[in-house]
């Protein structure tokens, strides 16, 4: 089964409270363009992220606002911050790494927050079946090209609000040659 | 069959003429650290790699000199970089990246020398056999953990000064969530 791919940059979710400490009790987010899952957009607004060691400034904010904040980076960017975040599914942050969120009206502290996301694919419960993955918790995929490989570990993520998608972090891209749109086969 | 790993962070070979050029003209590369191929050292000095768009600070000089000038980095420094090198064994540089070297006493602009290396795996003529690995020019190697995978297109690199070692960039190591001396498995 064929599987279009989504490379995902870092970049932060951020809740209601949080995001009016960070940009200012009236603000809203702008709709920058549209992610290809239903409803999420990247906003027009970016934040750093800090640590003691080091900082990285532009990272996206994308929309719109959850119940919970959440910064998520590649190894790489950790390797940079000097933090080890754990690999996770989004929403599960109990345990992950404490970073800084510095917007242009305030900053906030996270004691946790901060993980790398898990190699996942975004199916609709009606397309479990007919794309051979029901009861799958994790599939490989292979990655064609110059540096390709098969990636494991990654996690069958269903919803009712889907767009069938394999996502991986810039790591990932990068280590495989791959780009936003290119296509990877389900094993 | 396991094989130990080398994660290369992005580096620099310099030619005599080109490291007379950077570091003046009675320099000599003074041995920080032995590498684990026989010979090879991380020297103690370090150049700026530069384009239009960009730079990286603190590369690495691998010593001794050799007969090329070759610039090796990952495709997330060729993305901040703004180069698309390709993907190449050592020495194998017609048609790679334009860069410049920038080093204390001066700058060197290659028209081409800046490359992605292939994944490989050093190995003695002896041992292709005792390994299983006689008349093979590619093979896939194994990576175990939370982001384990196998990644294909890995070079058998033989040479008469070699240290049995699986070579891959800080992409693939990051991706993988691999670190040095981490073991493979060659498939």
Chains 1, 2 share one sequence.
Do not use: W
């Amino acid at each position: 089964m064929k599987v279009s791919i989504g490379v995902s940059n870092r970049h932060v979710h951020l809740t209601q409270e949080h995001l009016k400490i960070l940009f200012g009790t009236n603000f809203e987010l702008e709709k920058k363009n549209d992610l290809t899952q239903p409803k999420q957009y990247a906003s027009t607004s970016v934040v750093t992220i800090k640590t003691e060691k080091s900082q990285i400034d532009n990272v996206r904010v994308i929309g719109p606002v959850r119940s919970y904040t959440q910064v998520e980076i590649s190894k790489t960017d950790a390797y940079k911050l000097g933090v080890n975040p754990p690999i996770r599914d989004s929403g599960d942050l109990e345990g992950s790494s404490p970073i800084t969120i510095v917007g242009p009206n305030g900053y906030v502290e996270l004691e946790e927050g901060c993980i790398i996301p898990t190699r996942h694919i975004h199916i609709l419960p009606t397309q479990l079946e007919l794309y051979g993955l029901s009861g799958l918790e994790e599939v490989s995929v292979k990655l064609d090209g110059e540096k390709g490989g098969i990636i494991n570990n990654v996690h069958i993520k269903v919803s009712e609000e889907a767009f069938f998608e394999l996502h991986i972090d810039t790591d990932d891209a990068n280590a495989h040659l791959v780009k936003n749109g290119d296509i990877g086969e389900i094993l």
